[in-house]
């Protein structure tokens, strides 16, 4: 089913790899299902419909409009793995997004992007970004901090540090492995 998804991953701008590393293949490096579907959206009444838009990888988002809240994180989507990630594995969070519309023409804000273990909330890695107008791939990364089997951690976007309109495309969890010694 990944195999798919294998063509976004060129559009990642990631640091070289070992080249034991580079005989796996693109689509075995994700571990989550970034399909935008497969978003789990919280902190909404009524969850945001998926919609349909050529502009962005897959031809799918989902459109939130948030009020802005001193609590950001109330507001958000997760994407959880699906397969284990192994202590000191480099994870690549990639995600696509655009600011709809914001007050004053500011851009987009999302406070906080991380990886998170759970079922208790832990944040291992993380990082804010500013969202422009037109569809763009973000990314981070970091390290595992220790052994997670699937379904232990999540990619989390917490959305609600503006008032604005924010798409939001597929969300990617890459696992690079260990960097070679």
Do not use: C
Request: aromatic content about 8%.
């Amino acid at each position: 089913m990944l195999r798919q998804f294998a063509p976004a991953l060129a559009l990642l701008a990631v640091a070289p790899i070992a080249a034991a590393q580079e005989t796996r293949s693109a689509s075995d490096r994700i571990v989550n299902d970034p399909r935008v579907p497969a978003l789990t959206v919280y902190g909404l009444n009524l969850p945001p419909q998926v919609r349909s838009d050529k502009a962005v990888q897959f031809g799918k988002a989902l459109r939130l409009s948030l009020d802005g809240h001193v609590d950001f994180w109330r507001i958000g989507v997760i994407t959880p793995t699906l397969k284990p990630v192994k202590k000191g594995d480099r994870i690549v969070i990639a995600f696509w997004a655009r600011a709809e519309k914001t007050e004053n023409g500011a851009p987009g804000i999302i406070r906080r992007a991380q990886l998170e273990a759970t079922p208790v909330v832990r944040t291992i890695f993380e990082k804010s970004f500013e969202i422009g107008p037109e569809w763009k791939m973000y990314q981070f990364s970091g390290f595992a901090d220790q052994d997670y089997p699937a379904n232990r951690l999540n990619a989390a976007l917490h959305l609600d540090g503006a008032k604005q309109v924010l798409d939001i495309g597929p969300v990617f969890i890459l696992d690079y492995g260990a960097p070679a010694q």
